[in-house]
């Protein structure tokens, strides 16, 4: 257990929610999500990244997906609805969010943003995530995690 707790975790307790809390080594920069897995010992497969995007609409989105995958724009945007869908510049993260970039999570943000998990999600026992700190994740089961910020899943990686 992280000696540090995150927002992200309060949240998760708040909601009775189980979880294991996984620290690695960081500098002051954000480390690919790649390069986190292996630190961890996880399958990137089951690491996922935060990406935060603004529709034609001007509505914002959390598409969360694979650190290894890249997010299509396309896809992303028929799964939320949206004629298009462009990431937002790293500048906005925190302002929007309340997080940094490399300690953005899909929960516990500022506003409560529709989200959109890779459905590759619903295919694996554990998901990592997180924990709102750059050098801390959160792992938990999938479905509680989708649940607790009533995100949809969809096809949203690049094949």
Not at 59 to 71: A, D, M, S, Y
Not at 94 to 108: A, E, M, Q
Not at 113 to 126: K, Q
């Amino acid at each position: 257990m992280a000696a540090v707790k995150t927002n992200v975790m309060r949240v998760l307790e708040q909601h009775k929610i189980t979880y294991a809390a996984h620290e690695y080594e960081h500098g002051k920069e954000a480390v690919d999500g790649a390069s986190v897995a292996k630190m961890l010992g996880q399958d990137p497969a089951h690491v996922f990244k935060t990406l935060v995007a603004r529709g034609k609409s001007g509505g914002f989105h959390v598409f969360v997906i694979p650190v290894e995958k890249e997010l299509d724009l396309k896809k992303a945007a028929k799964a939320a609805g949206e004629k298009a869908v462009e990431l937002v510049h790293v500048k906005e993260l925190l302002s929007l969010t309340g997080y940094v970039r490399g300690g953005c999570s899909p929960v516990g943000m500022k506003k409560a943003f529709p989200t959109v998990f890779d459905e590759s999600v619903n295919t694996i026992p554990t998901v990592m995530v997180s924990a709102g700190k750059i050098g801390y994740q959160i792992e938990c089961s999938p479905a509680d995690l989708v649940a607790l910020v009533r995100a949809s899943t969809a096809p949203i990686t690049m094949d």
